[in-house]
């Protein structure tokens, strides 16, 4: 028998339950990138929610960090520590100069290079982002003892290093 025009076919009800309850998710959940991505999604929607007033996402923050804590680095250091290509760095420099977080210097050993060092604000910033995102850490792994926490990041270095 033909079904009506009016009868959609993908019109059923809401099953009573999530629909992502009874799904087969085991084979992902044994993969280390599956798992790592999910805590990584985690911890970057509650570093969103706690940095948005400061208007720093999660990769400025760990430019500025790096240039706080390393002044006269130069965009090719970032670039190497961070994993990133140099054209998506040029565009967050450029940002957080305007800004006033950051200025360009002359390095010292390499006439071709510039250094990027913090101004007071962008230290004032890196201070305070610190401080907030140690707590956000350590909220989001609370279901893990310190020691736990430790291990967790030499094991996610070993596969990175």
Same mark, same amino acid.
């Given at each position: 028998?033909p079904?009506?025009?009016?009868?959609d076919?993908?019109?059923?009800?809401?099953?009573?339950?999530?629909?992502?309850?009874? $799904?087969?998710?085991s084979?992902?959940?044994?993969?280390?990138?599956?798992?790592? /991505?999910?805590?990584?999604?985690?911890?970057?929607e $509650?570093?969103? +929610?706690? @940095?948005?007033?400061?208007?720093m /996402?999660?990769?400025?923050?760990?430019? @500025? +960090?790096?240039?706080? /804590?390393?002044?006269?680095?130069?965009?090719?250091? $970032?670039?190497?520590? $961070?994993?990133? @290509?140099? +054209?998506?760095?040029?565009? @967050?420099?450029?940002?957080?100069?305007?800004?006033? !977080?950051?200025?360009?210097?002359?390095?010292?050993?390499?006439?071709?290079?510039?250094g990027?060092?913090p101004t007071?604000?962008? %230290?004032? !910033?890196?201070?305070?982002?610190?401080?907030?995102?140690?707590?956000?850490?350590?909220?989001?792994?609370s279901?893990?003892t310190?020691?736990?926490?430790? %291990?967790?990041?030499?094991?996610?270095?070993?596969?990175? !290093?």
């Amino acid at each position: 028998m033909p079904l009506s025009p009016e009868k959609d076919l993908d019109s059923d009800p809401a099953p009573a339950t999530s629909p992502t309850r009874d $799904l087969d998710t085991s084979f992902l959940e044994s993969l280390v990138g599956y798992n790592a /991505r999910r805590a990584v999604l985690q911890i970057i929607e $509650l570093f969103i +929610s706690r @940095m948005t007033d400061h208007d720093m /996402r999660p990769v400025q923050f760990s430019v @500025m +960090s790096l240039i706080a /804590r390393n002044p006269g680095i130069t965009s090719r250091q $970032l670039c190497d520590v $961070l994993g990133m @290509m140099s +054209s998506n760095l040029v565009a @967050m420099v450029r940002s957080l100069e305007k800004r006033k !977080l950051i200025i360009r210097k002359p390095h010292p050993n390499d006439g071709r290079a510039t250094g990027l060092h913090p101004t007071r604000a962008g %230290t004032a !910033l890196v201070h305070v982002g610190e401080q907030t995102i140690s707590a956000l850490e350590i909220e989001a792994t609370s279901g893990l003892t310190s020691a736990e926490r430790k %291990t967790l990041i030499r094991l996610l270095k070993k596969i990175y !290093l």
